[in-house]
């Protein structure tokens, strides 16, 4: 009668404890689901305020471009006052990763995706390329930093050959990113050209936008 009683209370038990764990259970993943929902809205969130900011500033520079008539444009980039592509998706920017085995800055994704490439602002800007193009600098232009090393700055030479070029492939001014190493804890953004001596840093890419529109908006006349 004992152990009949000692059965049925370790079934009692047993079953007690496996309520429990089943609410344990449901209450970890509510909690889990209810914390990657709050993040996903914030991630997103801030990722369309990044593109917002993105796509304004790249709509005001397409304004300036049209004044200040550079290049001949086409009829159809007029009347859309835009000078972009279609986004890059995600797994295009993945790929690009995967193939040069680094991690691209969030800003120039954002910038990817409001625009997989975009024209060149000015006679003296670099046309930004599509993702599929972007390399490392020394698979484009391995003579350029041969020149650096043997007759310039060793330093910069050495930055030129890790750097990656967004901008300007094949042009005579480009556009670099040079990833972080442990010298450097972020990314260097730098504007390169022939008639530049060195090298013209940024801050970020927003900054070299900026840095842009406000240079169209001084070559603009006033009667424009």
Request: net charge negative.
């Amino acid at each position: 009668m004992k152990l009949l009683l000692i059965a049925n209370k370790l079934r009692y038990f047993s079953i007690c404890m496996k309520r429990l764990i089943c609410i344990l259970y449901l209450g970890f993943w509510a909690c889990i689901n209810t914390f990657a929902q709050e993040y996903i809205s914030e991630t997103n969130n801030l990722f369309i305020k990044n593109n917002t900011a993105m796509r304004e500033i790249l709509d005001s520079i397409s304004v300036q471009m049209i004044k200040l008539k550079d290049f001949d444009y086409t009829e159809t980039q007029i009347k859309s006052k835009w000078f972009g592509n279609i986004p890059a998706t995600i797994d295009d920017i993945k790929k690009t990763e995967d193939r040069l085995k680094i991690i691209l800055p969030q800003d120039y994704k954002d910038f990817l995706l409001t625009t997989n490439g975009f024209h060149a602002f000015s006679q003296i800007d670099p046309g930004f390329c599509s993702i599929d193009k972007v390399d490392f600098l020394k698979n484009i232009d391995p003579d350029l930093i041969r020149i650096w090393n043997q007759h310039g700055n060793v330093e910069i030479g050495k930055l030129l050959e890790k750097s990656i070029i967004i901008a300007g492939i094949n042009e005579e001014q480009s556009f670099l990113i040079i990833p972080p190493d442990s010298d450097n804890d972020k990314c260097l953004y730098w504007k390169f050209a022939a008639w530049i001596p060195g090298e013209e840093r940024f801050d970020d890419l927003m900054h070299y936008f900026s840095d842009a529109l406000n240079f169209l908006k001084n070559e603009i006349p006033d009667d424009k």
